[in-house]
């Protein structure tokens, strides 16, 4: 399984790859990490790829995923200035996931690249197979995460994603 994310590094949309070792599940707390002194995040939305797929073009990206969930795009933002993207985006638990919810919610409005173009880009570049995850950054500014702090997210009274900071 691959996690590919999507997001505004610098004012332009990025395509960066995170492993597995990046999810942070079951409403774990998330540690910040002792190595970075300007942790941020930025709610995004994440695809559960549901087959398998190569040159997907806009018009059928809809058959490629089966589950949406909120998440949390966590990154040291001192090592994406630096240039170092990777230790940037893709350390460990640096993506907390809420739970999947129905295909009938839409919390992908005022995403910093569509969910066709995502999808699209991303299987021009690598074949996405099931169980993959496609991670896409609300257009929002990121902002620095305090120790301590708890971030909840609701919707109708359904916790959708909740994490700890320590």
């Given at each position: 399984m691959k996690i590919i994310s999507f997001s505004n590094i610098r004012g332009e949309v990025k395509m960066v790859l995170k492993g597995d070792s990046s999810l942070l599940v079951n409403n774990?707390?998330?540690f910040i990490p002792d190595?970075?002194?300007d942790i941020q995040m930025t709610p995004c939305v994440v695809l559960r790829?549901?087959?398998l797929g190569k040159n997907?073009?806009?018009p059928f990206v809809h058959r490629y995923y089966d589950a949406v969930a909120l998440g949390l795009n966590i990154c040291a933002a001192d090592y994406i200035e630096k240039g170092d993207w990777t230790r940037g985006c893709a350390f460990d638990y640096s993506l907390p996931l809420g739970k999947w919810i129905s295909m009938d919610h839409n919390p992908w409005k005022k995403l910093v690249i569509t969910v066709e173009e995502a999808i699209e880009q991303a299987?021009?570049?690598m074949t996405i197979r099931q169980g993959d995850l496609i991670a896409i950054d609300c257009n929002i500014p990121s902002r620095q995460?305090?120790?301590e702090e708890v971030?909840?997210?609701e919707r109708n009274g359904e916790e959708l994603l909740y994490c700890k900071i320590k």
């Open positions: 774990k707390p998330f190595w970075s002194d790829v549901s087959r997907i073009s806009a299987s021009k570049v995460l305090n120790r971030i909840n997210i």
